[in-house]
């Protein structure tokens, strides 16, 4: 199966390299840009996973995403990168 995993920050980059590492067979791409890309091209991703444990009460949990329509655009342009050419 072929995953594509657009953006490789915190997130990203942990289920781009989980997917990678998992040994299901699975053909991972991802997309970079900027400053991450270039550290990926120069060293790799390396993942070090820490066990953390947080009381319910710990985290504020948003009932609304106030950004979203900030960041579409940026879904655009990953997705015109990620189409076919002809």
Known sequence: MKIAVVGLG???GFI???LAQSGAGFEVSALARGPTLAAVQARGLTLR???VIL???ALSLATQCNNVE???HEVHTAVDLLAPTP
């Open 16 to 18: 781009a390299a989980r």
């Open 49 to 51: 996973e820490a066990v």
């Open 55 to 57: 009381e319910p009460d």
């Open 10 to 12: 915190a997130v990203g």
């Open 70 to 72: 900030e960041r579409v």
